[in-house]
């Protein structure tokens, strides 16, 4: 299958038979003062470039296209307890970072728009590169364009109980009004050894 799609809020999406996705040019992002990044989209059907793009994928993208940089502030604190964490575990090989130069060290290296199996819901995928680990990066998710749900390396997990395998890490996101919250390695650990009893 081949084709072209000119879908705002994305621009021009070109199909991608070898992977099977809908992929963006590189686009300015707002959220990262105007980085550039391509976005891929996962179609309704899997393999199927004729199946039109979801309203409710549409209305994420579109709520994430709105975000300024101010909005990274609600995560700041969790990415630089994911700093700590990768500090604590290379010790001197880790970069010395001061907390308010924590956005210098991360750049914008692509964007997915993915439907959750668990809850059907689209999920905003950022990945970006981060000094302090080179290897896995790190993975920003938002909710429907619009609410923080994980802070974490790079894994490709939407959720951090998709990543562990572990619903009840994913508690508090039943509570539309609650927040993300901030937790340690050793924190998401003791919570597991505790869930998985």
């Known amino acids: 299958m081949t084709g072209t799609l000119i879908q705002p809020p994305f621009g021009v ?8 996705w809908w ?15 391509s976005i891929t989209v996962d179609p309704e059907a899997p393999d199927d470039s004729d199946a039109p793009i979801s309203r409710d994928v549409l209305e994420a993208a579109a709520a994430f296209f709105s975000l300024t940089p ?7 604190p969790h990415v630089w307890q994911e700093y700590i964490d990768m500090r604590d575990v290379v010790g001197e ?3 010395e970072i001061e907390r308010k130069d924590l956005w ?35 993975q920003l998710v938002l909710q429907n364009g619009v609410r923080w ?15 562990y395998a572990c619903p009840a890490l994913d508690t508090w996101m039943s509570d539309p009004s609650a927040k993300l919250p901030v937790r340690s390695r050793d ?3 003791a919570l597991l050894a505790k869930y998985k009893r």
């Open 149 to 163: 749900v994980r802070v974490s390396d790079y894994s490709g997990h939407l959720t951090d109980g998709d990543s």
């Open 70 to 76: 101010a909005a990274l502030a609600e995560i700041e």
């Open 187 to 189: 924190e998401t650990f």
């Open 104 to 138: 210098k060290n991360v750049k914008l290296n692509g964007i997915s728009i993915d439907r959750r199996d668990a809850d059907a819901l689209v999920y905003v995928n950022i990945e970006c590169n981060c000094t302090w680990e080179p290897e896995h990066g790190l």
């Open 13 to 20: 999406l070109e199909w991608d038979n070898h992977l099977g």
């Open 23 to 37: 992929r963006s040019k590189p686009l300015s992002v707002p959220l990262f003062d105007g980085q550039l990044a």
């Open 93 to 95: 090989d880790c970069p």
